[in-house]
């Protein structure tokens, strides 16, 4: 069956930085647009970052110039790399395959479980 399993969670001060990796098992990333979204406490699922198989990249503005998205596809792995991290960064971070852009927004049906990211003020 095929799954997404994120890691690099964790709690981090202000101002710091965590990097998080995605890696897929059965299936392959290779061709597809991959990315991340994230989910605070008693909010709705957002859209972080994406990267499309040429490796074309896409933000949130709120992340823009400081998260950058990367793939290995030789790895099967995305990665997320977080730094100058803010207090309302913190929120579930999931993996997402076969991204779409559709109608001014990105979408996923395929999920990782999600990695937990804290950042303290």
């Known amino acids: 069956q095929a799954q997404l399993e994120e890691s690099g969670g964790g709690l981090v001060q202000a101002g710091g930085s965590l990097r998080l990796s995605c890696a897929a098992s059965?299936?392959?990333?290779?061709?597809?647009?991959v990315g991340w979204f994230r989910q605070a406490p008693g909010k709705e699922r957002e859209f972080v970052a994406t990267?499309?198989?040429?490796?074309?990249?896409d933000y949130a503005d709120s992340v823009k110039g400081r998260f950058t998205i990367s793939r290995d596809d030789a790895k099967n792995t995305i990665y997320l790399q977080m730094n100058s991290l803010k207090p309302e960064d913190t929120g579930v971070y999931y993996c997402?395959?076969?991204?779409?852009?559709?109608?001014?927004?990105?979408?996923?049906?395929?999920w990782g479980q999600g990695t937990q990211v804290t950042v303290s003020s």
């Open positions: 997402a395959a076969d991204v779409v852009y559709w109608s001014g927004a990105y979408y996923s049906d395929y």
């Open positions: 059965g299936r392959t990333f290779s061709g597809y647009a």
């Open positions: 990267i499309r198989n040429g490796g074309d990249t």
